[in-house]
């Protein structure tokens, strides 16, 4: 679909069939929102609930879109095999009913969130309320910014919640309450906010700043591990079966066989901290994961490949090296780009378009240049390749670099042909 803004709410009836589902599909998140079809939204008047509503379908699919509504961006109601995945999604507000982000609610069957940005001001960004079974919430970065909480799991058992980077701060990042028991928590990075600013205002004494929260019914056969825990306010990190521990060891210590690889540490984020919170180089989630977790996937929320930083040594486990949270470190996602020489390049006369790229961990296996003039493209190894337009004019030069873990960068460029200079006597 065209990005545009679709202002209304989607309804979907129909359903796939096992193995061939019906896929909405939209753009890519690794471009940003502004690429994406926004569904759900109304600049400047009243929106609608949500932005997709699936009830009672079978085997669909939903990925690269932006998503809100008012009371939220996505309801599942009595669905099976539903997928939401790459997407970028919001809404919901923080005053009037009870709204949630994502909600799964009736008899939802094996539900898959997987890679997509999920942020609003909700009460819960994502809800998982009972009746739903086998659903799996992985590699998404969860973000609410009303103080309320990241993921809420309330009478579902065997929820599966791996990867996620999960920001909040009054009220729990991953709450497990009611009976929620057979649930995996691992490899999640337990953030306290994406915005510092919001750390701020105290919260409200019925409100737990825990970033774990487990209640008694929810403990049976559940797995907390690998995950990476920022402290907020001195509050305690965990809440399980109602008592509270400051930190990873104490938790540990007074349940022996949970958190043994968690970790109470600053993650520390890299670049501009908003609404994703990418790792930095020196963030401790870097190959501390266990690759072989329930629901663990071989690419980031961005869809690079898990990677093994060369300078870090690896203190997870499992048959790959990986790391904890929504984003793998990793120098797929560096910045390429391309120019000609000259800077205005005549009609009929050869250029030199130079690529310039930074140093990965996995090597370049090809350039692809297309010049953009319908002439085939061009595959090389090589950092300089020589090309001639023909007709004077705009043109878009794409540059697309192939690493050898099989990752992408694509990097694009205009080039201005101009006729050839007149032969002066």
Not at 50 to 74: E, K, M, Q, R
Request: charged share 15%; aromatic share 6%; proline share 7%.
């Amino acid at each position: 679909m065209a990005a545009a803004k679709y202002r209304e709410q989607v309804t979907l009836s129909r359903s796939g069939e096992p193995g061939k589902p019906i896929t909405v599909r939209g753009g890519s998140i690794r471009n940003g929102l502004r690429t994406l079809p926004v569904v759900g939204v109304n600049p400047g008047g009243t929106n609608p609930d949500y932005g997709f509503v699936l009830n009672g379908v079978h085997d669909v699919t939903i990925t690269g879109f932006g998503i809100g509504g008012a009371l939220g961006s996505v309801q599942l109601a009595d669905t099976q095999q539903v997928t939401l995945d790459g997407n970028i999604m919001g809404g919901g507000t923080p005053s009037g009913p009870q709204t949630v982000g994502v909600h799964l609610g009736g008899t939802t069957q094996a539900t898959t969130i997987s890679r997509n940005i999920i942020r609003g001001r909700p009460h819960t960004t994502v809800a998982v309320d009972a009746g739903a079974t086998g659903a799996v919430l992985t590699t998404n970065a969860v973000d609410n910014q009303a103080g309320g909480a990241g993921i809420r799991v309330t009478d579902a058992p065997g929820t599966v919640i791996t990867s996620n980077t999960v920001s909040s701060v009054c009220g729990p990042a991953i709450g497990l309450l009611g009976d929620s028991s057979r649930a995996v928590v691992e490899n999640n990075v337990l953030a306290t906010a994406f915005d510092t600013g919001r750390n701020a205002p105290a919260c409200s004494p019925d409100q737990s700043t825990a970033k774990l929260s487990v209640s008694t019914g929810s403990v049976p056969g559940t797995v907390a591990d690998y995950n990476l825990a920022e402290p907020f306010a001195n509050g305690p990190i965990y809440s399980w079966a109602g008592t509270s521990h400051a930190t990873a060891a104490d938790f540990t210590k007074s349940v022996p066989q949970q958190g043994a690889h968690d970790l109470t540490a600053e993650a520390h984020y890299s670049g501009n901290v908003d609404t994703q919170l990418p790792i930095g180089s020196n963030s401790p989630a870097i190959d501390s994961a266990d690759a072989d977790a329930p629901g663990e996937l071989s690419t980031d929320l961005y869809g690079y490949q898990r990677i093994d930083d060369p300078y870090v040594p690896n203190t997870g486990t499992g048959s790959k090296v990986y790391d904890r949270g929504a984003f793998e470190f990793t120098t797929s996602s560096r910045w390429i780009s391309v120019q000609g020489q000259p800077q205005k390049v005549p009609a009929g006369a050869p250029a030199t378009f130079s690529i310039r790229d930074q140093e990965t961990w996995s090597p370049v296996v090809p350039y692809s240049l297309d010049f953009g003039d319908g002439t085939p493209a061009v595959t090389t190894t090589q950092l300089a390749v020589e090309h001639t337009y023909q007709t004077a004019g705009s043109y878009q030069l794409t540059v697309v670099a192939t690493e050898q873990n099989g990752d992408t960068t694509t990097s694009s460029d205009t080039v201005q042909v101009v006729p050839p200079a007149p032969i002066v006597p």
